[in-house]
């Protein structure tokens, strides 16, 4: 089950790319493409003002819902007044109120997936209403060994 949670506003820096979870789930998305960039370009390293070491994949600038177009931006949230790379991409998101949901210890590319789903079945069959003012996955120490991690998924509601 997941827990509720308030967060402040979040400034999140880094890459991003539009795209949509059915070209995703067909595994012709952009998210895979994405945080192989990430590390590639070494955003991390350029990221300055970081107000923590997690990174975030956000989930924003939705089309409509679940079934409609959306940025992703894989990055680390900033302090507000943070000077932006080249090339980066700034998203706001707004404080809200939050469904938290929480991984299963396992294979990162396996259990995050594997969480989406669980959500999608979760807002299926609950009266919750997402607001789709923004979602974000929290990549925090307990992802350090890949193979092990534990993932956090924070979805906006109502």
């Known amino acids: 089950m997941p827990i509720v ?11 991003a790319a539009s795209t949509t979870n059915e070209a995703e789930c ?3 998305g952009e998210i895979p493409k994405l945080w192989q960039r990430f590390f590639q370009e070494q955003v991390s390293e350029k990221t300055p003002a970081k107000v923590d070491q997690a990174l975030y994949g956000l989930y924003t600038d939705y089309e409509a819902d679940v079934n409609g177009r959306y940025t ?6 900033v302090d507000q007044h943070a000077e932006m790379p080249e090339g980066f ?3 706001e998101v707004p404080a809200a109120k939050y469904l938290v ?3 299963q210890e396992g294979p990162i590319t396996e259990v995050v997936p594997k969480l989406w789903q669980q959500i999608w079945n979760y807002f299926e069959q609950s009266d919750e209403k997402r607001t ?6 929290r990549y925090d120490e307990r992802c350090m ?3 092990q991690a534990v993932v956090e998924v924070y979805v906006a509601i109502a």
């Open 5 to 15: 949670e308030t967060k402040e506003r979040l400034v999140i820096v880094g890459i």
């Open 26 to 28: 067909k595994g012709d």
């Open 72 to 77: 992703t931006l894989i990055g680390h949230a």
């Open 89 to 91: 991409v700034k998203k």
């Open 101 to 103: 949901f929480t991984s």
């Open 132 to 137: 789709y003012t923004g979602d974000f996955e």
């Open 145 to 147: 060994n890949p193979e």
